[in-house]
């Protein structure tokens, strides 16, 4: 990617995350920073492993499924994306694993054998090719431990919004991080 294209997909990035502020709340997308020049995706499709598993009841929202859900997230992003965008299997059967090439998204009680922190409710994890500085897999794990659903509006006790954190964290996947 020359650096002209890094230029405007940064630009495009910010853009978004500005966008996206507006619509899944400021306290969620503030204060981001986005890594150097290495660890980028190379250009083309960013393919997801959709792997969350049946949901429980109809969504809050309106989403029928989880991936329904995410899969809206994921189409948020697009509108904003150049090079890259992201793509979807719909209940992948891919293998899922840390460093296995692909980019699995699953409910977990773990980070692949690693306990989540008492409070930890999501994780991204990100490799990439020290020889290339490009990303070759990030994975987003969602704690099971929590009570999830999908809704629009307010933000609601004790249960966490899957729509607006898959958003954020898709964020980490393209390569933003939180600046403080």
């Not at 699995?104 to 409070?119: C, H, L, M, R």
């Not at 994975?139 to 809704?151: H, P």
């Amino acid at each position: 990617m020359s650096a002209r294209t890094r230029r405007v997909v940064a630009i495009r990035i910010r853009l978004a995350l500005s966008a996206l502020a507006s619509l899944a709340g400021a306290a969620i997308l503030s204060g981001y920073a986005f890594y150097d020049d290495v660890d980028k995706w190379p250009d083309g499709d960013i393919v997801l492993q959709e792997q969350l598993g049946n949901t429980p009841t109809a969504l809050i929202d309106g989403n029928a499924t989880w991936n329904d859900a995410f899969e809206g997230a994921m189409a948020t992003w697009n509108n904003y994306l150049g090079p890259v965008k992201f793509v979807g299997i719909r209940d992948s059967t891919a293998p899922i694993g840390d460093g296995n090439g692909y980019n699995n998204v699953v409910f977990a009680g773990d980070i692949f054998g690693k306990p989540f922190s008492d409070t930890g409710f999501v994780v991204v994890t990100n490799w990439y090719r020290v020889s290339t500085g490009q990303r070759t897999e990030a994975d987003v794990i969602f704690n099971n431990k929590w009570q999830w659903n999908s809704y629009r509006g307010a933000r609601r006790s004790g249960v966490y919004d899957f729509s607006r954190i898959a958003l954020h964290q898709l964020g980490h996947v393209l390569g933003a991080m939180h600046e403080d």
